[in-house]
């Protein structure tokens, strides 16, 4: 049964706050369709930046693992099974390489490709049905970047690769070198501060002294001037005016953005940012080999900038404008989930998404979001799969429908500002 979607969307319905959200955004994160009996796996694994070792490989197409990120799987390949198994027992690492970045002569990784590696949370073994099949389902997280420098594959199907751990460069601000050791004691940090200030007035003939505090700020620039460029331009690779930069633009797309889910630290915050925008492989794989935050919070603001709509991969029809992305998850408005059958989806949520057409009836069976049941969702033109819609099981919960697109189905439109090319971030 196929049908076009001609209901009104919660966020346009008159009357209707689409910020408006009583739902429980820890739900989806917790992965609860994989079971509440994985077994969980204490302890952390940190490898030195440059190290050189031999790590086993996962590679899925249309996923690009960032740090950070939560990756959820389940794998039914003996070979797979047999990897996570072995890495469960040693340090529970693995890595994990963007498909798109394989051979195509012997299906292995080209050489000098970057990926992530992932540390195993928790994991839980179970039969199939007939009892043949063993089903491994598993909860990892990105944890460090890494280069390929080549890679094979073992008589037992399992590939291995020789990875060196990649850096991530921290830089001093722009501006240390020339600040002046002796003026330093009167700056005054955050930006924002209070000071004391006084004046005096004339009451019943007599002079007064006032006391009030006001508002100040911390010129953050203000070492520019003994230099030969203006404040400016070092401003441009501040890490806190970027970070704010791009909260903004982000709060421009969804009102109901709350900072505090956010990491604070440059680093985190860039790899946030890199795993909640949904842009193509090719440019997740270019804000990963970056080994700076600087340049990687830069980049990111300019494809924010550019961002404009998202349309059909296959047939170039609109189906998303930017400002009806929201965060139906603690984690953000994209979050990465697998299907019964072992497909991992990076899924954004909408309020509103038109030219779909909707196939079968709701089924509540292994919802990524509790309380709500999925209906497949494809594009009017091209029909290929563009995602789920997700309609309340109980009306009082809010929203009452929202959207889970797939960002392998999608492909972002950017303002070209008159250039013919491609587009890609300049950094």
């Not at 076009?4 to 408006?20: H, K, M, Q, T, V």
């Not at 031999?54 to 003996?78: A, F, K, S």
């Not at 460069?169 to 005054?188: G, H, N, Q």
């Not at 080994?291 to 494809?303: D, F, G």
Request: glycine residues 6%.
């Amino acid at each position: 049964m196929e049908y076009i979607d001609d209901e009104p969307d919660e966020a346009s319905a008159s009357g209707r706050n689409r910020d408006d959200i009583s739902y429980d955004t820890s739900l989806p994160a917790q992965h609860t369709y994989l079971g509440n009996d994985l077994e969980e796996l204490s302890g952390r694994t940190v490898l030195d930046d440059g190290c050189i070792l031999d790590l086993p490989l996962l590679m899925l197409p249309n996923v690009v693992l960032i740090p950070g990120q939560t990756l959820p799987l389940q794998l039914y390949h003996p070979a797979d099974v047999s990897m996570m198994q072995k890495a469960i027992a040693k340090d529970k690492t693995f890595g994990f390489i963007n498909r798109w970045q394989m051979n195509s002569s012997n299906s292995l990784p080209k050489p000098h490709v970057v990926g992530t590696t992932a540390e195993i949370q928790s994991y839980k073994e179970e039969r199939d049905e007939d009892l043949v099949l063993l089903i491994l389902s598993v909860k990892a997280e990105g944890r460090q970047r890494f280069e390929v420098e080549k890679s094979w594959r073992q008589l037992d199907g399992i590939t291995f690769a020789k990875c060196r751990i990649l850096p991530e460069i921290l830089l001093p601000e722009a501006l240390d070198s020339v600040k002046l050791p002796s003026s330093l004691r009167f700056a005054v940090i955050p930006p924002q501060f209070e000071r004391l200030t006084s004046k005096m007035q004339f009451s019943d003939g007599e002079c007064i002294v006032v006391s009030k505090i006001t508002k100040g700020k911390y010129n953050m620039g203000k070492f520019a001037y003994l230099t030969w460029w203006p404040p400016w331009v070092y401003l441009q690779y501040n890490t806190e005016i970027l970070m704010k930069k791009l909260v903004n633009e982000i709060k421009g797309w969804d009102t109901s953005f709350q900072t505090r889910s956010t990491p604070s630290d440059p680093t985190k915050f860039s790899y946030w940012i890199a795993a909640n925008i949904p842009i193509s492989d090719d440019l997740k794989l270019k804000l990963l080999s970056l080994n700076s935050s600087i340049q990687r919070l830069r980049a990111e603001l300019n494809i924010l900038k550019r961002y404009n709509v998202l349309e059909c991969k296959a047939c170039h029809r609109q189906i998303v404008e930017k400002d009806n992305v929201f965060s139906m998850s603690l984690t953000g408005p994209q979050g990465t989930y697998v299907n019964p059958g072992g497909f991992v989806h990076e899924t954004i949520t909408v309020h509103k998404a038109s030219g779909i057409i909707l196939r079968g009836r709701p089924s509540t069976k292994y919802s990524w979001f509790p309380g709500y049941a999925w209906i497949v969702a494809e594009c009017q033109v091209c029909r290929i799969h563009l995602g789920w819609k997700f309609v309340a099981t109980d009306k009082k919960m809010k929203p009452e429908t929202f959207w889970g697109l797939c960002r392998s189905s999608l492909q972002a439109q950017f303002q070209n500002d008159g250039e013919e090319r491609l587009w890609y971030p300049c950094i």
